[in-house]
C-alpha cells in the first residue's frame, strides 16, 4: 500500500479531489475517481483533477467525472488549480497557462494576503454545436426538444465541452433528476451532454440549475455558466455580461466582443488536505 496525498477544493460548490501528479503519480485514473468520488465510502466530490506538468504550457489539467469518464475541461476546476498552484508556491505568476483536453487556457489570479481569491479563466472562443442525427441538421438554438413527455426550446453551444441550455420561468421547480439524464442521454448527443435549466431574472442576472455529463446534479458548473450566458445573448434574452447564480455560488460571466473570447471570474476554495491509501 501507499499513501497519495490529496486536497479537497470547491469552486462555486463544485468539488473536487485534486492530485499533484508531479509529487503522487496515479496509475488508472478512471477507476480512482469512481472509488474516491464516492460520498460514504471514499473521499466524496463531483471528480478527480490530476496536476502535471505541460511541454505546451506552465501546468495541465486532467479531469475524471464521478462516473469515470474523463471530461475536456471544467471552469471550477481550472480555477481551483490556479489557487493550488500559487498558493502551495509551486509558481509566483498570477498569469498561468493551463494545458487541457480542450486547449490551452489562461488564468488570471487575483490575490489577497498572499493567498489566491479569485481567478479569472479565459474560457476561448464558444462555438455553436452542430447536429447530425435522427434526420436532424443544423446548429440547435432555441430549437425544440423533448425531455420525457416534456417539450422545451434549448440552445447547444461548445465551451471546450458541450452543453444543451435551456430556458424556463420557474428553475426551481424543474425535476432536473428526472429530466437531467433524459437529456444527457438524447440520440440527438451520442458523446452525451451537459444539461443547464436557466431562468432569467433580469438582462445580467441568470439563476441556473445543472445536470453534469458523468457526474449528475451538481451545485455548479463553470463551462455551464459561460454557456448559458451565451445562449442567452445569442436568443434575445440576456446581454454579454451577467452573474450566473448557482445552487452553490455565483459566476462573473462576460463574452467580450472585441475578441469573442468568454471570461469567467470566480473564487476557488480549500476545504483540507489529506492522505489516501492505495494499493
Not at 54 to 83: H, L, P, Q, Y
Not at 176 to 189: V, W
Request: net charge negative.
Amino acid at each position: 500500500m501507499k499513501r497519495v496525498g490529496f486536497t479537497k477544493m470547491h469552486g462555486a460548490g463544485n468539488d473536487y479531489i485534486y492530485i499533484n501528479t508531479l509529487l503522487f503519480p496515479v496509475s488508472d485514473p478512471e477507476k480512482r475517481a469512481v472509488e474516491w468520488s464516492r460520498w460514504h465510502t471514499g473521499i466524496g466530490s463531483d471528480g478527480l483533477v490530476l496536476i502535471g506538468s505541460s511541454d505546451k504550457a506552465d501546468f495541465s489539467m486532467r479531469i475524471f467525472n464521478a462516473d469515470g469518464s474523463e471530461a475536456k475541461m471544467c471552469g471550477n476546476a481550472s480555477r481551483c488549480i490556479g489557487k493550488y498552484l500559487y498558493d502551495n508556491h509551486m509558481t509566483d505568476k498570477t498569469e498561468i497557462s493551463l494545458d487541457t483536453l480542450s486547449g490551452i487556457k489562461w488564468l488570471k489570479l487575483q490575490v489577497i494576503d498572499d493567498k489566491v481569491n479569485l481567478v479569472t479563466v479565459d474560457m476561448g472562443i464558444p462555438e455553436p454545436i452542430h447536429i447530425i442525427s435522427q434526420g436532424y441538421a443544423g446548429f440547435m438554438i432555441d430549437r425544440p426538444i423533448m425531455a420525457g413527455e416534456k417539450l422545451f426550446k434549448a440552445t447547444a453551444i461548445s465551451v471546450g465541452n458541450p452543453h444543451l441550455v435551456i430556458f424556463v420561468d420557474d428553475v426551481d421547480r424543474i425535476e432536473l433528476e428526472e429530466l437531467g439524464p433524459a437529456l444527457e442521454n438524447n440520440p440527438l448527443f451520442p458523446d452525451r451532454i451537459n444539461v443547464e435549466f436557466a431562468q432569467v431574472k433580469d438582462k445580467n442576472v441568470i439563476r441556473m440549475r445543472v445536470w453534469e455529463r458523468g457526474s449528475g446534479i451538481t451545485r455548479a458548473c463553470g463551462t455551464g455558466a459561460c454557456a448559458t450566458v451565451i445562449a442567452g445573448f445569442i436568443t434575445g434574452r440576456t446581454g454579454r455580461d451577467a452573474s450566473v447564480q448557482m445552487d452553490g455560488g455565483v459566476l462573473s460571466i462576460c463574452w467580450d466582443e472585441a475578441t469573442n473570447h468568454v471570461f469567467m471570474t470566480g473564487n476557488a476554495v480549500k476545504v483540507f488536505d489529506g492522505e489516501i491509501e492505495v494499493e
